[in-house]
């Protein structure tokens, strides 16, 4: 549900800025990361860690397990990064590029040996089709460290290329006997 506090139909006519962008982004929230669960991508049961059971990851929200999603992937490139922050974490482009990489290891991420921050996120931003996902948000948006965008983004990310294998039919049973309960 969408929860809207001081915001009246006054504010949307008279174009306030700051309200309209509050509304479309609750919006966009309920249609993009309610797609991110279990049942629409049961891959996600990849995520659970070794001293978890199945309904740990089904109680996670979708931030959780965007966060926990690029984690294993940080991971099995053993690479000691961890995303913790949607904002300062990704303000360097690095834990996107080795994403994007791992995603698809014809992604470009030789821009990383620059050291200006602007020109590795637009380099990052051209590489991102090569997974077959759209780009919502602008180089900036990145450098400035827009953790709403930065969700958008890796939601987007995550819906277009998963990259995790397929469960067994027993862990889908499973989650599904999980889910039923919960």
């Known amino acids: 549900s969408i929860i809207f506090v001081d915001i ?6 008279n174009e306030n800025k700051a309200c309209v962008i509050e509304l479309v982004s609750q919006i966009l ?15 996600i049961i990849r995520l659970v860690q070794p001293h978890e059971e199945i309904g740990d990851i089904l109680r996670l929200g979708p ?14 490139l053993q690479i000691k990064e961890r995303l913790k922050s949607f904002s300062e974490d990704l303000k360097d482009s690095k834990i996107y590029a080795l994403l994007l990489r791992k ?10 040996n620059n050291q200006n921050l602007y020109i590795r996120a637009q380099r990052l931003l051209k590489e991102v089709p090569k997974i077959g996902a759209n780009v919502y948000l602008k180089y900036s948006d990145i450098v400035s460290g827009n953790a709403n965008l ?12 998963i990259g995790l294998s397929d469960p067994t039919d027993e862990e889908i049973k499973k989650a599904n006997t999980l889910m039923d309960e919960i």
Do not use: G
């Open 8 to 13: 009246t139909v006054n504010d949307i006519l």
């Open 29 to 43: 929230r309920q249609i993009i990361f309610k797609r991110i669960s279990v049942q629409e991508f049961p891959q």
């Open 63 to 76: 931030d959780d397990i965007l966060k926990r999603w690029v984690n294993y992937h940080m991971s099995q």
């Open 103 to 112: 995603l698809n290891p014809k992604v470009d991420i030789s821009f990383m």
């Open 150 to 161: 930065n969700k958008f983004f890796l939601a987007e990310l995550f819906l277009s290329c």
